[in-house]
């Protein structure tokens, strides 16, 4: 038996007991994407827990019950080797973040001005690595950019943020740090195409546990 589809066929019925509303409707009410609920529902990997505890909520489920099956299903799968679906998935339904170039200028923008994109890139993670430590730990992070690459590592030990996100967190640290250390070398350009989907999607992970964890305690 897999614990991934126990977890799935609980939150399967819990679904169906609430009135099975829309991806759409729980989508609204967890401030999570619609490809996150649906992929939760799939059974396909592992959800983090803030995405199953947003969705047990919203249907009246067991939170004890939800986590004993979570804990159960992340001890018996190898996530590491997985392909991580925040990474893999296309996003439809991207969060505007409120610093730094929208996604699309930072894109278009990395062909011309490459270090205004990866300055971009690092700053939706300042933003949002700041308001994480914030929501998850009432803490500020330290003033050095390192201390907010331990502030992604903590939050996926910690299963908020999925496999992956320190990773991703501290190569986008790394070239942003080395583009300021040697500023008289522009970062290549092929780099930061890569950086730029890469920073902004882990910020957008971010910022729907931010979201969604000042909604739960806005009610």
């Avoid at 590491?80 to 929208?102: K, M, Y």
């Avoid at 992070?141 to 907010?148: A, E, I, Q, T």
Wanted: glycine share 8%.
């Amino acid at each position: 038996m897999n614990p991934v589809d126990d977890l799935s066929r609980f939150l399967k019925r819990l679904h169906a007991q609430a009135g099975a509303p829309s991806r759409r409707e729980m989508a609204q009410q967890t401030g999570y994407g619609k490809s996150t609920i649906g992929d939760a529902f799939a059974g396909q990997r592992l959800p983090t827990w803030p995405v199953v505890q947003a969705m047990v909520a919203v249907t009246g489920g067991d939170e004890d019950e939800a986590r004993d099956l979570w804990v159960a299903a992340k001890g018996g799968t190898h996530q590491a080797q997985q392909a991580p679906e925040w990474l893999t998935s296309v996003r439809t339904d991207p969060r505007r973040l409120i610093t730094g170039l929208s996604f699309t200028d930072a894109c278009a923008t990395a062909a011309t001005n490459p270090k205004k994109a990866l300055d971009s890139s690092w700053e939706v993670l300042r933003l949002t690595g700041g308001q994480l430590s914030h929501v998850l730990y009432d803490a500020i992070p330290g003033h050095w950019s390192s201390d907010l690459v331990a502030t992604f590592r903590r939050a996926e030990e910690d299963g908020h943020l999925p496999a992956g996100a320190a990773k991703v967190a501290d190569t986008v640290h790394y070239h942003y740090v080395e583009s300021n250390v040697h500023p008289q070398v522009p970062p290549a350009i092929s780099d930061v195409l890569q950086i730029v989907p890469l920073a902004y999607r882990l910020a957008w992970q971010a910022s729907d546990i931010v979201v969604a964890m000042s909604s739960s305690r806005g009610k």
